[in-house]
Nanobody, 123 residues
Framework: QVQLVESGGGLVQTGGSLRLSCAAS????????MGWFRQAPGKEREFVAA????????YYGDSVKGRFTITIDNAKNTVYLQMNSLKPGDTAVYYC????????????????WGQGTQVTVSS
């Protein structure tokens, strides 16, 4: 019953920045982490970042650490992904995930997924 809606994707040149948002509704008490994953055509889904509600704990995928920052606004039930120094390899559909149970860097730890937002980084 949790609904996740991503926004903020778009087209940007190499080196540019985008900020993604994920608004959650119907959140349950067991939804401890919110996560971002991405998937490019022909590639496996890749972990990007995760943050606990309250923002006390964060995890980042190796490919994005130092460039991306995940934050959460508990009052708005919204998680953000600030993406800087974007590269063509970051081009993918980015998905927000919630209702985490287990390791927050595993996609199968999440019960609910948003519809995705396209990020395209041109070269």
């Amino acid at each position: 019953q949790v609904q996740l809606v991503e926004s903020g994707g778009g087209l940007v040149q190499t080196g540019g920045s985008l900020r993604l948002s994920c608004a959650a509704s119907g959140r349950t008490d067991s939804n401890y982490f919110m996560g971002w994953f991405r998937q490019a055509p022909g590639k496996e889904r890749e972990f990007v970042a995760a943050v606990s509600w309250g923002g006390r704990s964060t995890y980042y995928g190796d490919s994005v650490k130092g460039r991306f920052t995940i934050t959460i606004d508990n009052a708005k039930n919204t998680v953000y992904l600030q993406m800087n120094s974007l590269k063509p390899g970051d081009t993918a559909v980015y998905y927000c995930a919630g209702d985490q149970v287990g390791r927050p860097w595993r996609g199968d730890a999440y019960h609910y997924w948003g519809q995705g937002t396209q990020v395209t980084v041109s070269s």
